[in-house]
């Protein structure tokens, strides 16, 4: 009987406890970002879970649900990051240029990093060959190059959703990191057939407001509970070891009143601590890797 293979060679294993040690960019061990997913659905296409009953055709509610994540939610999140002065990945679509440009431009004059998403929340992917794929990436970098000056340099697919080509395409037009793989607490080099790309953690299925509250059925309280004692622990342990906290919030969903009271706490929280750690970008972050010795982070193939 043929053993089966479970290996994986686009990045190495490696231990945490056995990785030499680095620290951030101002000292810190605990670099921490926040990401905002500001997307775009098309009308008529199943947009996922509207969230109390089967989605149907023409999935008007899932659809209006989201809608509210970009007429309202949004700027609750907005005026709060402004409050503490914290910044944010935007992890756009393209097409949010297209139907909510509006929102865009508020981040846009804020500074913060744009992180390509794809085009729309109603495409993923793995339903695309070869070709498609390929024009897809490069059509979102295009776009947000020509809104925003520079290209992005990280990606996060829709539905974080690859195929077993992405990260070939990824590196092919210019990235230079990309956020679809959670394995790790720290960044870790990945390969693919064109060169490394960086691996910057990102909470797919931990501090991730739509599986936590969707999936999981999280209440309110315990994913505040879950993004404090979360953000407690690594920041004890970044004594040791560097470490990646991150966030990702949807507009639709963190973006209702009661829920920004509760984001309200956490970044106090944060903020109280805001001198032992580095509040950061996940671009921020692949750069300042990109400045370490050969050897130090996993997967370096660099000689």
């Known amino acids: ?47 996922g879970n509207d969230f109390t009953s089967m989605p149907s055709a023409p999935f008007h509610r899932g659809y209006a649900y989201r809608d509210y994540g970009n007429r309202v939610g949004v700027w609750r999140i907005k005026k709060l990051f402004d409050q503490f002065q914290f910044p944010l990945a935007v992890l756009a679509n393209s097409s949010v240029y ?25 495409e ?68 693919t057939d064109n060169g490394q790309i960086l691996a910057v953690p990102y909470p797919s299925m931990e501090l991730n407001d739509l599986p936590a509250y969707v999936n999981r059925g999280v209440s309110d309280t ?28 949807h507009t639709f969903l963190t973006g209702h009143p009661q829920r920004i009271r509760h984001l309200r706490q956490v970044l106090e929280h944060i903020a109280a601590h805001q001198s032992d750690i580095w509040f950061t970008t996940p671009a921020e972050i692949a750069a300042h890797v990109a400045t370490l010795p050969v050897g130090t982070v996993p997967g370096d193939e660099r000689s």
């Open 1 to 47: 009987m043929k053993k089966f293979d479970t290996k994986l060679d686009r990045y190495p294993f490696s231990a945490i406890v056995d990785r030499p040690t680095y620290r951030w960019k101002n000292g810190a061990g605990l670099a921490v970002y926040f990401a905002l997913n500001i997307e775009a659905f098309e009308f008529g296409r199943n947009p």
């Open 124 to 191: 993923r992917q793995i339903d695309m060959d070869a070709e498609t794929e390929r024009t897809m990436i490069a059509e979102v970098a295009g776009r947000m190059k020509q809104e925003e000056g520079q290209a992005p340099q990280g990606w996060l697919g829709p539905f974080i959703s690859q195929s077993p080509r992405t990260p070939e395409l990824l590196k092919e037009l210019g990235f230079s990191y990309m956020l679809d793989w959670y394995f790790d607490e720290q960044p870790v080099w990945f390969r």
């Open 98 to 122: 297209d139907v909510y440009p509006r929102v865009l431009e508020a981040f846009r004059s804020r500074g913060d990093e744009f992180v390509g998403h794809g085009r729309t929340n109603s």
């Open 222 to 249: 315990d994913f505040r509970d879950m993004m404090i004692d979360t953000f407690d622990e690594q920041l004890a342990e970044s004594a040791e070891r560097p470490l990646v906290y991150c966030v990702s919030l």
